[in-house]
């Protein structure tokens, strides 16, 4: 039996065409804003930077700008176990 394929992403229409050397005024806070809240939301730096159309690279600069703590790497593990 074949595992369903990764579902694709596509860049989203209100940062189509935004990628360029130097966005406008209104770009770059929209940018800033939407990063911050998805990746808060649990989305992660690669699903991010499909969604906008920019690199990985790129994403991390716009949480640091927007001052959100990045995540460890790896999966997200979840313990039901009573701490010590």
Do not use: I
């Not at 039996?1 to 406008?24: C, D, E």
């Not at 959100?68 to 790896?74: I, Q, Y």
């Amino acid at each position: 039996m074949a595992y369903p394929g990764r579902p694709t992403l596509k860049v989203l229409p209100q940062f189509a065409g935004t990628n360029v050397v130097k966005s406008t005024p209104e770009q770059r806070p929209a940018l800033l804003a939407f990063v911050a809240e998805q990746y808060q939301a649990g989305r992660s730096l690669r699903k991010l930077a499909v969604l906008t159309g920019r690199t990985q690279t790129a994403v991390r600069r716009a949480l640091d700008q927007a001052g959100v703590p990045r995540r460890s790497r790896g999966a997200y593990r979840a313990t039901n176990e009573p701490s010590s």
